[in-house]
């Protein structure tokens, strides 16, 4: 079996996979933690649960495993947001600490634009008030 062109690589492999996405999860939410607008959204004394769901989907999202479908369903993105206020406040400060942790993965220029494009039209999507 012959290694793949660089035309059939995913994202996920191209920007280093599993261990690329759990830095930039684990970056992200340090920012959260602290963040008093978004702290109160994640009901867990601990932000390791959504720290690991935010991870499994966007592995798979970016052609990783399929772990986030197999264990909870269809993403359901809004719906699973719908129960806490996202108001463009809310989407600010995501976006802020997610800035962050996409700087600090220091990708390629091209990576990381395709990146970013993905996360911030997420998050303007999310906002439900």
Known sequence: MSA??????????????????RRLVDRFYAGVADDPLLRPM??????GPAADRLTLFLMQYWGGPNTYSASR??????????????????RDAWLKHMRDAVDSLDLPQPL??????????????????
């Open 42 to 47: 994640y009901p867990e004394e601990d932000l």
């Open 73 to 90: 369903g269809h993403p359901r993105l809004r719906m699973r947001h719908a129960p806490f206020t996202v108001d463009v406040a809310a």
């Open 4 to 21: 793949p062109t660089p035309d059939e690589i995913t994202f996920f492999e191209a920007i280093g996979g599993e261990p690329t996405f």
């Open 112 to 129: 990381r634009t395709q990146l970013w494009d993905y996360l911030e039209r997420a998050a303007y999507f999310m906002v439900n008030a």
